[in-house]
């Protein structure tokens, strides 16, 4: 099969023929229909994540379809149309018992700990408890986008921050993640703030609903702008970016017993940011985590989707072969384009 290979890191990855997978027995291989480029495909080929082994073959936002069963596999067959969350459950351990298959002992994680989609075949483990089916109006772009940013979007403010209509939510950040958030809760009634430095994506986040767009590079006390707008701070606030300036004005920017929830990734030399506890502890704030979101709570989401409360296409920029991926990928670390760039085509 034709993949995107790298070497080594921060080296330009290359298509390369490599052997087709085959599924081990509880796997299945699917024939990949569309993959997401996501800016934690460029961490990983940077070397910031220690998961990866080389060579490797990143991509981990996929849809497609299954061709190949392994012999302990019950819930799916060839031809079934899935997709799956990027952190995906051994189905072994006590968090996958308890359906926690998000914060699972020993992820696996298709583009991170094993081979991924910028590819013509991807092989998922733990198949029975890691896929979703792809409902049938649903093409493979759109169900590829759902993967991580909206899935993750969707559980930090739908499950974690339990985002209520009528409150107001700060989204720092308007990538793949802010601009989920920013459809999400539209969808659920709340009023959104959107952050970012990028006027092109505050343009974009004020088409899909936000009710202010603040430029971070032109207002000197950000947090004081948020708290202005929104009557005294944010209820929930996210930081959709990872980074330490953002991770702390999303703090800083709630109104008292408010929520944060951490989704952007802090790696490398910002895995510990400052945090302003003395606010934490005046305000009584809560600081969650979100991390992906289990395959057997998409449901809810795909009905959001299907009864037309949520539209996740939108949040789909450009469509690119698997030969312009390697493009897409190493330019990741400079913000460049909205929305979500995806691959449709592999041959
Ligand atoms: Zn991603
Ligand atoms: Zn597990």
Redesign the pocket.
């Known amino acids: 099969m034709r993949a995107v290979v790298y070497e080594a890191f921060q080296e330009r990855p290359a298509v390369t023929a490599v052997p087709d997978p085959s599924p081990r027995p509880d796997a299945v291989v699917i024939r990949v229909g569309a993959s997401g480029v996501c800016r934690s495909d460029w961490h990983g080929w940077m070397g910031h994540d220690p998961d990866i082994r080389l060579p490797h073959v990143p991509g981990h936002e996929l849809a497609g379809e299954v061709v190949a069963v392994g012999r302990d596999v019950s819930r799916w067959r060839a031809g079934d149309r899935v997709t799956l969350p990027f952190v995906c459950?051994?189905?072994?351990?006590?968090?996958?018992a308890a359906g926690e298959?998000q914060v699972?002992?020993?992820?696996f994680q298709p583009g991170f700990t094993h081979w991924g989609s910028f590819a013509e075949y991807v092989a998922i483990h733990a198949a029975d408890g890691n896929l979703v089916r792809v409902p049938a109006a649903m093409d493979f772009v759109t169900a590829a986008s759902l993967g991580c940013r909206f899935a993750t979007s969707f559980r930090a403010l739908v499950h974690q921050a339990e985002l209520r209509s009528g409150e107001w939510i700060a989204v720092h950040g308007c990538g793949g993640v802010g601009l989920s958030a920013i459809l999400i809760a539209r969808a659920l009634g709340a009023s959104v703030v959107a952050v970012d430095i990028d006027e092109a994506k505050l343009r974009m986040a004020a088409a899909l609903g936000a009710s202010v767009a603040l430029n971070a590079r032109d207002i000197p006390d950000l947090v004081r702008a948020v708290k202005d707008h929104t009557g005294g701070g944010a209820h929930v606030s996210i930081d959709a970016l990872g980074h330490p300036t953002t991770c702390f004005n999303s703090v800083q920017c709630l109104r008292k017993r408010g929520r944060h929830v951490q989704v952007g990734l802090l790696l490398a030399g910002e895995r510990h940011p400052p945090i302003p506890m003395d606010a934490v502890i005046a305000g009584e704030l809560r600081i969650l985590g979100s991390h992906g979101m289990q395959a057997h709570a998409y449901p809810e989401m795909l009905r959001m989707i299907e009864s037309g409360a949520l539209e996740p296409g939108r949040l789909v920029g450009r469509r690119v072969t698997l030969d312009e991926s390697v493009d897409a990928l190493v330019s990741m670390g400079e913000f460049a384009g909205v929305g979500v760039t995806v691959v449709d085509r592999f041959g």
């Not at 459950?89 to 996958?96: I, L, P, V």
């Open positions: 459950g051994c189905g072994a351990c006590r968090e996958c298959q699972c002992d020993h992820q």
